[in-house]
């Protein structure tokens, strides 16, 4: 037991992630990692130019129109919304460690154990598949998490048995809309 200890704790002050984990709790019970990654944070695009000018005249156009009609609190709203679009566009997420095992989700530092998950159901978001794990709290809602490498039906075999597989998820009002003005308003040409 103090060997699989000691070997645990070299492994951790290596930088290495452990392949199984022992509980002091229950001396029958291994947590068996099933599967692990590293991948964005979030689904990132490298935008072009074209991108940030013509977001910066649709700001500057609504910011106008408020200050016709002395909505100074609005403006100041509008202003945050394109500065934070701005900053995730410019600034590239760093790579987060997940973890799939007997016990639940690894996200980084967040543990979330089986019980606490609902279901799960996968999305392309900017060409990146994504997974999305619904919780039963209030709070976080949801778990987002960019696949990167790791195929989808890897992943979906793995976590059918431990939470109920949604195939199609109803998207809702602020997803269609985002999706119908992405389509009929781009703000930068499709990639050749």
Same mark, same amino acid.
């Given at each position: 037991m103090s060997a699989?200890?000691?070997e645990t704790s070299q492994k951790a002050s290596l930088g290495e992630e452990p392949e199984e984990y022992f509980s002091p709790h229950d001396g029958q019970h291994d947590v068996t990692t099933f599967l692990s990654w590293h991948a964005p944070g979030r689904p990132y695009k490298k935008r072009?130019?074209?991108y940030y000018i013509n977001? %910066?005249?649709?700001?500057?156009?609504?910011?106008?129109?408020?200050?016709l009609f002395s909505q100074y609190l609005l403006m100041l709203v509008v202003f945050s919304l394109a500065f934070l679009t701005f900053a995730l566009a410019v600034v590239p997420p760093h790579m987060f460690f997940y973890r799939i095992s007997s016990e639940g989700v690894r996200v980084e530092d967040h543990y979330f154990i089986w019980d606490e998950l609902y279901d799960f159901y996968f999305m392309k978001r900017q060409g990146v598949d994504v997974l999305h794990i619904r919780t039963k709290?209030? %709070?976080p809602g949801e778990l987002t998490i960019v696949l990167g490498d790791m195929p989808v039906n890897q992943?979906?075999?793995?976590?059918?048995p431990?939470?109920?597989?949604?195939?199609?998820?109803?998207?809702a009002f602020m997803d269609k809309a985002g999706d119908w003005?992405?389509?009929n308003f781009p703000l930068e040409r499709p990639a050749a």
């Open positions: 699989n200890l000691s072009t130019k074209e977001s %910066f005249l649709i700001t500057i156009a609504i910011e106008i129109i408020l200050f709290a209030y %709070f992943v979906k075999t793995v976590l059918i431990f939470l109920p597989y949604r195939e199609y998820v109803e998207p003005l992405e389509k």
